[in-house]
Protein backbone atom coordinates (compact mmCIF):
# COMPACT_ATOMS: atom_id res chain seq x y z
CA UNK A 1 0.00 0.00 0.00
CA UNK A 2 1.99 3.37 -1.10
CA UNK A 3 1.79 5.87 1.57
CA UNK A 4 1.08 9.75 0.80
CA UNK A 5 4.30 11.62 0.16
CA UNK A 6 4.94 14.58 2.63
CA UNK A 7 4.58 18.42 1.75
CA UNK A 8 8.44 18.75 2.22
CA UNK A 9 9.24 15.52 -0.30
CA UNK A 10 6.04 16.68 -2.74
CA UNK A 11 8.05 20.57 -2.89
CA UNK A 12 11.43 18.63 -3.48
CA UNK A 13 9.83 15.85 -6.48
CA UNK A 14 8.65 18.97 -7.80
CA UNK A 15 11.58 20.88 -7.80
CA UNK A 16 13.59 17.93 -9.40
CA UNK A 17 10.95 17.21 -12.10
CA UNK A 18 11.55 20.68 -13.07
CA UNK A 19 15.08 21.00 -13.32
CA UNK A 20 15.02 17.63 -15.58
CA UNK A 21 12.69 19.36 -17.91
CA UNK A 22 14.52 22.46 -18.17
CA UNK A 23 17.64 19.91 -18.90
CA UNK A 24 15.99 18.45 -21.41
CA UNK A 25 14.27 21.64 -22.50
CA UNK A 26 17.87 23.37 -23.58
CA UNK A 27 19.04 20.04 -24.68
CA UNK A 28 16.29 20.61 -27.49
CA UNK A 29 17.33 23.45 -28.32
CA UNK A 30 21.05 22.71 -28.59
CA UNK A 31 20.27 20.15 -30.65
CA UNK A 32 18.03 22.38 -32.81
CA UNK A 33 20.27 25.43 -33.21
CA UNK A 34 23.39 22.42 -34.44
CA UNK A 35 20.62 21.14 -37.03
CA UNK A 36 20.01 24.53 -37.99
CA UNK A 37 23.99 25.15 -38.67
CA UNK A 38 23.94 22.11 -40.70
CA UNK A 39 22.07 23.38 -43.77
CA UNK A 40 21.71 27.10 -45.80
CA UNK A 41 18.65 28.84 -44.60
CA UNK A 42 16.95 32.10 -45.08
CA UNK A 43 20.08 33.61 -42.83
CA UNK A 44 23.68 33.07 -42.39
CA UNK A 45 23.21 33.68 -38.18
CA UNK A 46 25.97 32.95 -36.09
CA UNK A 47 25.64 31.89 -32.93
CA UNK A 48 27.72 32.84 -29.54
CA UNK A 49 27.64 30.76 -26.26
CA UNK A 50 27.74 34.60 -24.67
CA UNK A 51 25.00 36.94 -24.47
CA UNK A 52 25.34 39.75 -26.49
CA UNK A 53 23.11 38.42 -28.67
CA UNK A 54 23.77 37.43 -32.46
CA UNK A 55 24.22 39.57 -35.79
CA UNK A 56 21.78 37.34 -38.32
CA UNK A 57 22.35 38.74 -42.04
CA UNK A 58 20.16 37.63 -45.25
CA UNK A 59 21.25 34.65 -46.91
CA UNK A 60 22.50 35.71 -50.22
CA UNK A 61 23.24 32.67 -52.14
CA UNK A 62 19.79 31.39 -51.79
CA UNK A 63 18.82 34.71 -54.15
CA UNK A 64 21.45 34.33 -57.08
CA UNK A 65 20.36 33.43 -60.59
CA UNK A 66 21.98 30.66 -62.33
CA UNK A 67 25.60 31.41 -61.82
CA UNK A 68 27.82 30.62 -65.26
CA UNK A 69 30.81 28.21 -64.63
CA UNK A 70 33.70 30.90 -65.47
CA UNK A 71 32.03 33.15 -62.63
CA UNK A 72 31.93 30.23 -59.92
CA UNK A 73 34.72 30.38 -58.13
CA UNK A 74 34.48 34.05 -57.60
CA UNK A 75 31.35 33.58 -56.59
CA UNK A 76 31.74 30.80 -54.17
CA UNK A 77 34.82 32.62 -52.82
CA UNK A 78 33.14 35.20 -51.58
CA UNK A 79 29.97 33.86 -50.56
CA UNK A 80 32.65 32.14 -47.90
CA UNK A 81 33.48 35.76 -47.26
CA UNK A 82 29.99 36.61 -46.42
CA UNK A 83 30.22 33.90 -43.79
CA UNK A 84 33.68 35.08 -42.51
CA UNK A 85 32.55 38.69 -42.35
CA UNK A 86 29.23 37.54 -40.01
CA UNK A 87 32.11 35.36 -37.98
CA UNK A 88 34.05 38.02 -37.38
CA UNK A 89 31.53 40.58 -36.39
CA UNK A 90 30.20 38.11 -33.67
CA UNK A 91 33.77 37.88 -32.58
CA UNK A 92 34.00 41.74 -32.04
CA UNK A 93 30.17 41.65 -30.51
CA UNK A 94 31.30 39.45 -27.86
CA UNK A 95 34.86 40.84 -27.23
CA UNK A 96 33.09 44.34 -26.83
CA UNK A 97 30.00 43.46 -24.48
CA UNK A 98 30.14 46.79 -22.10
CA UNK A 99 31.63 48.94 -24.04
CA UNK A 100 30.10 52.33 -25.91
CA UNK A 101 27.06 53.80 -25.80
CA UNK A 102 23.96 52.75 -27.16
CA UNK A 103 24.40 53.42 -30.62
CA UNK A 104 27.78 51.63 -30.40
CA UNK A 105 26.78 48.00 -31.89
CA UNK A 106 25.29 49.64 -35.13
CA UNK A 107 27.99 52.34 -35.42
CA UNK A 108 30.82 50.05 -34.70
CA UNK A 109 29.73 46.91 -35.51
CA UNK A 110 26.69 46.65 -37.73
CA UNK A 111 27.88 49.36 -39.86
CA UNK A 112 31.32 48.65 -40.86
CA UNK A 113 29.60 44.64 -41.72
CA UNK A 114 27.28 46.54 -43.77
CA UNK A 115 29.75 48.05 -45.46
CA UNK A 116 31.93 44.65 -46.25
CA UNK A 117 28.85 43.00 -47.52
CA UNK A 118 28.01 46.05 -50.07
CA UNK A 119 31.22 45.57 -51.20
CA UNK A 120 30.82 41.77 -51.17
CA UNK A 121 27.84 41.17 -52.70
CA UNK A 122 28.37 43.83 -55.67
CA UNK A 123 31.87 41.57 -56.56
CA UNK A 124 29.15 38.56 -56.40
CA UNK A 125 27.03 40.52 -59.40
CA UNK A 126 29.68 41.60 -61.37
CA UNK A 127 31.57 38.81 -61.73
CA UNK A 128 28.07 37.13 -63.06
CA UNK A 129 27.82 39.81 -64.73
CA UNK A 130 30.48 39.41 -67.30
CA UNK A 131 29.13 36.33 -68.82
CA UNK A 132 25.46 36.83 -68.05
CA UNK A 133 22.64 39.03 -66.94
CA UNK A 134 23.88 40.92 -63.74
CA UNK A 135 21.71 40.20 -61.24
CA UNK A 136 20.24 43.65 -59.43
CA UNK A 137 19.27 44.85 -55.79
CA UNK A 138 21.64 42.41 -54.22
CA UNK A 139 22.86 44.99 -52.09
CA UNK A 140 19.52 45.09 -50.10
CA UNK A 141 20.58 42.01 -48.56
CA UNK A 142 23.59 43.63 -46.95
CA UNK A 143 22.38 45.34 -43.72
CA UNK A 144 22.54 42.99 -40.92
CA UNK A 145 20.74 43.07 -37.31
CA UNK A 146 21.03 41.76 -34.05
CA UNK A 147 19.28 39.15 -32.76
CA UNK A 148 18.71 39.26 -29.07
CA UNK A 149 20.59 39.92 -26.18
CA UNK A 150 22.24 43.12 -27.12
CA UNK A 151 20.44 46.50 -28.40
CA UNK A 152 20.62 47.39 -31.93
CA UNK A 153 19.02 49.72 -34.75
CA UNK A 154 17.50 47.59 -37.00
CA UNK A 155 18.32 46.41 -40.55
CA UNK A 156 16.52 48.84 -42.67
CA UNK A 157 16.74 47.56 -46.06
CA UNK A 158 18.90 49.47 -48.43
CA UNK A 159 18.96 52.89 -46.84
CA UNK A 160 22.21 54.55 -46.60
CA UNK A 161 23.84 51.55 -48.91
CA UNK A 162 25.93 54.46 -50.80
CA UNK A 163 25.61 52.40 -53.71
CA UNK A 164 23.93 55.04 -56.14
CA UNK A 165 22.35 52.70 -58.89
CA UNK A 166 23.95 49.38 -57.61
CA UNK A 167 26.68 49.35 -60.44
CA UNK A 168 28.82 46.41 -58.89
CA UNK A 169 31.00 48.92 -56.97
CA UNK A 170 30.77 49.28 -52.93
CA UNK A 171 30.42 52.78 -52.05
CA UNK A 172 29.70 54.39 -54.67
CA UNK A 173 28.45 57.37 -53.67
CA UNK A 174 32.23 59.01 -54.57
CA UNK A 175 31.66 58.23 -58.38
CA UNK A 176 30.80 61.53 -59.78
CA UNK A 177 33.58 62.88 -58.22
CA UNK A 178 35.94 61.39 -61.07
CA UNK A 179 34.79 63.23 -63.65
CA UNK A 180 38.22 63.84 -65.52
CA UNK A 181 40.18 61.81 -64.21
CA UNK A 182 41.25 59.73 -67.10
CA UNK A 183 44.64 60.28 -67.78
CA UNK A 184 45.67 61.43 -64.54
CA UNK A 185 47.05 58.03 -63.92
CA UNK A 186 44.32 56.89 -60.98
CA UNK A 187 45.69 60.59 -58.31
CA UNK A 188 41.91 60.46 -57.15
CA UNK A 189 42.91 59.78 -54.19
CA UNK A 190 46.80 60.92 -54.32
CA UNK A 191 46.22 62.70 -51.06
CA UNK A 192 45.02 60.16 -48.46
CA UNK A 193 48.45 60.47 -46.30
CA UNK A 194 46.65 64.12 -45.44
CA UNK A 195 43.71 62.85 -45.05
CA UNK A 196 41.19 66.14 -45.06
CA UNK A 197 38.70 66.84 -42.34
CA UNK A 198 38.70 65.85 -38.15
CA UNK A 199 41.11 67.66 -37.20
CA UNK A 200 40.10 68.37 -33.64
CA UNK A 201 41.23 66.80 -30.72
CA UNK A 202 40.67 63.34 -31.41
CA UNK A 203 43.52 63.05 -34.33
CA UNK A 204 42.95 61.77 -37.51
CA UNK A 205 43.16 58.44 -39.07
CA UNK A 206 46.34 58.69 -41.52
CA UNK A 207 46.39 56.06 -44.36
CA UNK A 208 49.50 54.79 -46.91
CA UNK A 209 48.55 56.35 -50.50
CA UNK A 210 47.49 53.86 -52.88
CA UNK A 211 47.18 55.59 -56.36
CA UNK A 212 51.24 56.85 -56.15
CA UNK A 213 52.08 53.00 -55.73
CA UNK A 214 49.82 51.77 -58.72
CA UNK A 215 51.70 50.89 -62.07
CA UNK A 216 50.35 52.46 -65.78
CA UNK A 217 46.65 51.66 -65.42
CA UNK A 218 45.56 50.16 -68.67
CA UNK A 219 42.75 52.39 -70.43
CA UNK A 220 40.03 49.92 -69.94
CA UNK A 221 40.58 49.43 -66.38
CA UNK A 222 40.82 53.09 -65.65
CA UNK A 223 37.53 54.10 -65.11
CA UNK A 224 36.89 51.25 -62.20
CA UNK A 225 40.73 52.02 -60.63
CA UNK A 226 39.66 55.35 -60.39
CA UNK A 227 36.52 54.71 -58.70
CA UNK A 228 38.14 52.72 -55.96
CA UNK A 229 40.49 55.19 -55.69
CA UNK A 230 37.88 57.30 -54.48
CA UNK A 231 35.96 55.17 -52.65
CA UNK A 232 39.11 54.72 -50.85
CA UNK A 233 39.48 58.32 -49.72
CA UNK A 234 35.67 58.08 -48.60
CA UNK A 235 36.38 54.85 -46.73
CA UNK A 236 38.83 57.17 -44.98
CA UNK A 237 36.53 60.09 -44.38
CA UNK A 238 33.64 57.57 -43.22
CA UNK A 239 36.66 56.58 -40.33
CA UNK A 240 37.59 59.81 -39.46
CA UNK A 241 34.01 60.59 -38.74
CA UNK A 242 33.41 57.97 -36.68
CA UNK A 243 36.21 58.76 -34.47
CA UNK A 244 35.13 62.05 -33.78
CA UNK A 245 31.74 60.70 -33.29
CA UNK A 246 32.75 57.94 -30.56
CA UNK A 247 34.79 60.42 -28.47
CA UNK A 248 34.89 58.69 -25.15
CA UNK A 249 33.23 55.52 -26.13
CA UNK A 250 34.76 52.34 -25.18
CA UNK A 251 38.56 51.17 -23.67
CA UNK A 252 41.68 51.38 -25.27
CA UNK A 253 41.47 48.72 -27.34
CA UNK A 254 38.14 50.76 -28.98
CA UNK A 255 39.87 53.03 -31.94
CA UNK A 256 41.38 49.75 -33.09
CA UNK A 257 38.89 47.37 -32.72
CA UNK A 258 35.92 49.41 -33.64
CA UNK A 259 37.51 51.69 -36.58
CA UNK A 260 40.96 50.72 -37.60
CA UNK A 261 40.38 47.08 -37.91
CA UNK A 262 36.75 47.43 -40.23
CA UNK A 263 38.37 49.99 -42.10
CA UNK A 264 41.33 47.50 -42.55
CA UNK A 265 39.35 45.35 -44.30
CA UNK A 266 37.10 47.64 -46.18
CA UNK A 267 40.95 48.86 -47.72
CA UNK A 268 42.13 45.13 -48.41
CA UNK A 269 39.16 44.93 -50.70
CA UNK A 270 38.78 47.56 -52.26
CA UNK A 271 42.70 47.51 -52.78
CA UNK A 272 42.40 44.05 -54.45
CA UNK A 273 39.60 45.44 -56.71
CA UNK A 274 41.90 47.94 -58.00
CA UNK A 275 44.43 45.10 -58.81
CA UNK A 276 42.40 42.96 -60.56
CA UNK A 277 41.10 45.30 -62.87
CA UNK A 278 44.48 46.18 -63.79
CA UNK A 279 45.58 42.52 -63.86
CA UNK A 280 42.92 42.15 -66.70
CA UNK A 281 44.77 44.10 -69.58
CA UNK A 282 47.96 44.23 -67.57
CA UNK A 283 50.49 43.07 -65.12
CA UNK A 284 48.83 42.57 -62.06
CA UNK A 285 50.54 44.58 -59.40
CA UNK A 286 51.58 42.61 -55.87
CA UNK A 287 51.87 43.34 -52.63
CA UNK A 288 49.55 46.48 -52.40
CA UNK A 289 47.50 44.90 -49.47
CA UNK A 290 50.40 46.18 -47.67
CA UNK A 291 48.68 49.48 -47.63
CA UNK A 292 45.46 48.74 -45.85
CA UNK A 293 46.32 49.29 -42.52
CA UNK A 294 46.29 52.72 -41.27
CA UNK A 295 46.66 54.67 -38.01
CA UNK A 296 45.72 57.11 -35.66
CA UNK A 297 47.54 60.28 -35.49
CA UNK A 298 46.73 62.50 -32.73
Known amino acids: ?172 NANNGNAGNKGNNGNAGNNNAGNAGNAGAVGTITCPDVASQLPAVPASAQAEVDRNLALLQTQINEANTRLKNTVGQGGPNFVQNAILGPLQGKRESTIDRIAISIGRKGTKPQGLNVLAACTLNK
Open 1 to 172: MSRALPKYNKRRVAIIGGAVAVALTGAVVVNTALAGESKSGATNAQTLAAGPGTIVCPDVASKLPAIPASAKAEVDRNLTLLQTQISEANTRLQNTVGQGGPNFVQNAILGPLKDKRVSTVNRIATAIGRTAAKPTGLDALAPCALNGGGAAAPATGNNGNNNAGNNGNAGN
